[in-house]
């Protein structure tokens, strides 16, 4: 799945417990936390990506542990370390509803979803939305961003910045297919090394 589409499934959890959380995180900053977390594995894509920074198993662990220490210990930072884990843990977890990790996986040629450190092997990919960037992932992607859109616990800023990211999802979702072609001329005319 796209990372915005884990971005806006972090968002909709965050935004849920905002009533919670901004007693001691600033609304502005439990969101972009949220976001950020959300988005966070995806970086894995310049490694091995769905494996690097991909942690199925030990990302909710983790994001428990800092979970309870939240708890505990409630300050802005055991707060915000939680929201942060919290939003790596639910993509990782979820990734294994997308496609295959490759170049073009609306022709898949593996079968490796995202890996699972603790067991040291991948899971399959269950393609329930068949690719990252395809239609379908815009779908999912839709009712978590409306959560936070037409949540009255968000400001417009807010708001307006998640719209902005879903309609700059929907290009990519346009182009997903001629990415390749895309870059591949862009490297043809600007000196991209
Ligand atoms: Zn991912």
Do not use: C
């Not at 589409?5 to 959890?13: I, K």
């Not at 073009?104 to 593996?110: D, F």
């Amino acid at each position: 799945m796209m990372a915005t589409t884990h971005g806006f499934v972090a968002l909709a959890a965050a935004t849920l417990a905002l009533p919670v959380l901004s007693e001691y995180v600033s609304a502005p900053v439990v969101l972009t936390v949220a976001f950020l977390g959300g988005v966070a594995p995806d970086l894995d894509l310049a490694a091995v990506h769905r494996r690097t920074l991909h942690f199925p198993v030990l990302g909710p662990v983790s994001a428990v542990v800092a979970g309870a220490m939240a708890i505990a210990v409630p300050t802005q930072w055991t707060v915000a370390a939680a929201v942060f884990l919290g939003g790596a843990a639910l993509h990782a977890s979820s990734d294994v509803l997308g496609g295959s990790a490759e170049h073009e996986p609306w022709n898949p040629t593996t079968e490796r979803g995202v890996y699972n450190h603790a067991l040291g092997r991948w899971h399959r990919p269950r393609r329930v939305v068949p690719y990252s960037g395809a239609p379908a992932d815009l779908l999912f992607a839709a009712p978590f961003a409306a959560v936070t859109v037409l949540s009255t616990a968000t400001g417009r800023s807010a708001d307006g910045t998640v719209l902005a990211l879903f309609v700059g999802s929907a290009g990519y979702v346009l182009v997903r297919k001629r990415l390749g072609a895309v870059v591949a001329a862009l490297q043809r005319t600007l000196p991209i090394r």
